[in-house]
């Protein structure tokens, strides 16, 4: 059982930042892969970015790439999405998930984690 608590979401303009925070239960939170997923109204759930179990290895959805960066602090128990210049079409619902696959071309695919948190709500006005 690993429990998932999201936080950090919130209102910003376009152009402007955010940074997520998901904090994980457990003392074996080093053997997940780590990923954040979102899903706007009236749309499928899509991958946007995951980290490996040590933190050296990322990857991430065209559609955030450059603007978007994960990262991980397995001391603390905890991984991040920084978000830099936002736009309207960020809005959605951002969910952090584990999984304990250690393939890197499952990193992108929500089937294979076995944990999620409830989501924070991120909004970006135009």
């Known amino acids: 059982q690993v429990q998932l608590v999201e936080s950090g979401g919130g209102l910003v303009q376009a152009g402007g930042s955010l940074r997520l925070s998901c904090a994980a239960s457990g003392r074996t939170f080093s053997d997940y892969v780590m990923g954040w997923f979102r899903q706007a109204p009236g749309k499928e759930r899509e991958f946007v970015a995951a980290?490996?179990?040590?933190?050296?290895?990322?990857i991430y959805a065209d559609s955030v790439k450059g603007r978007f960066t994960i990262s991980r602090e397995n001391a603390k128990n905890t991984v991040y999405l920084q978000m830099n210049d936002l736009k309207p079409e960020d809005t959605a619902v951002y969910y952090c998930?584990?999984?304990?696959?250690?393939?890197?071309?499952?990193?992108?695919?929500?089937?294979?984690?076995?944990?999620w948190g409830q989501g924070t709500q991120v909004t970006v006005s135009s």
């Open positions: 980290v490996s179990r040590s933190g050296d290895s990322t």
């Open positions: 998930a584990a999984n304990r696959y250690n393939y890197y071309n499952y990193y992108m695919r929500s089937e294979k984690y076995d944990y």
